[in-house]
């Protein structure tokens, strides 16, 4: 039964999150250069991916948990806002110097929201105050890693299959949750491996998000202190990871 569920779970993230950017293609509002922007190789592509995997897999995590529905939500909100401000830099720590200068770039707002956002959605899937306190840790920090790696094709989707993987032994909503975000990241794989389109801040927040959502309904306290101290020293050393990853 646990294995059918996790199957349904993968599959509906997948189906839903291909059916909207097919959708998004066909029908997207706005101008056209509203959808593009110019990747790292100075090639147009385009940005369907990203609001599709961000609606697909909040839904598919809805059907799991209403709180994991909300994080993954939640997080490509604040990314699709990061998206449309057009700040282009990353870390943690690149927002924070910014704003101990006077400036309030769209990244640091976005970093505060999905914060607040991981705070919400860790009381809604844990009942102890510190449990819920590194349940929102874990949530906005892995939404931030899946973001600070993604700066070439297929990395960011790459590490949310990797990441996502080591979850899907696990029973209950932990494991859906881990198939929920693998779902959405294999839908639209193809696409952006081929350079042909980018996830943006907004599906890389919303997939992330749905990695921390699965790891905080798999695991307990010290799981979630573990992953919380990972995902700091991910946002401290974030340069580095970004470097990382356009090496790989």
Do not use: Q
């Amino acid at each position: 039964m646990t294995g059918t569920r996790k199957s349904r779970s993968f599959l509906l993230s997948a189906a839903l999150t291909r059916a909207g950017y097919v959708l998004l293609r066909a029908t997207a509002p706005g101008r056209p250069a509203r959808w593009e922007r110019e990747n790292h190789a100075g090639r147009t592509v385009e940005l369907y991916a990203g609001p599709a995997a961000a609606v697909g897999t909040a839904v598919a995590a809805a059907r799991v948990h209403p709180g994991a529905g909300l994080a993954v939500l939640a997080a490509g909100a604040c990314g699709a806002y990061d998206d449309a401000a057009g700040d282009h830099r990353r870390g943690f720590c690149a927002h924070l110097g910014a704003l101990r200068d006077g400036e309030v770039t769209s990244g640091a707002v976005t970093l505060f929201g999905m914060a607040a956002a991981g705070l919400v959605a860790g009381a809604l899937l844990k009942e102890r105050p510190l449990d819920r306190l590194l349940a929102g840790v874990v949530i906005a920090g892995a939404a931030h890693f899946v973001n600070l790696v993604d700066v070439r094709p297929g990395r960011a989707l790459g590490a949310v299959l990797a990441l996502g993987a080591p979850g899907l032994p696990r029973g209950g909503a932990g494991g859906e949750l881990a198939a929920v975000a693998m779902g959405g990241a294999a839908a639209v794989l193809r696409e952006d491996a081929g350079g042909r389109t980018m996830l943006g801040d907004t599906g890389a927040h919303a997939l992330g998000a749905a990695l921390g959502a699965a790891v905080v309904a798999g695991n307990g306290r010290t799981g979630l202190l573990a992953h919380a101290v990972a995902v700091v020293a991910a946002a401290v050393y974030g340069d580095r990871i970004t470097l990382w990853a356009r090496a790989l």
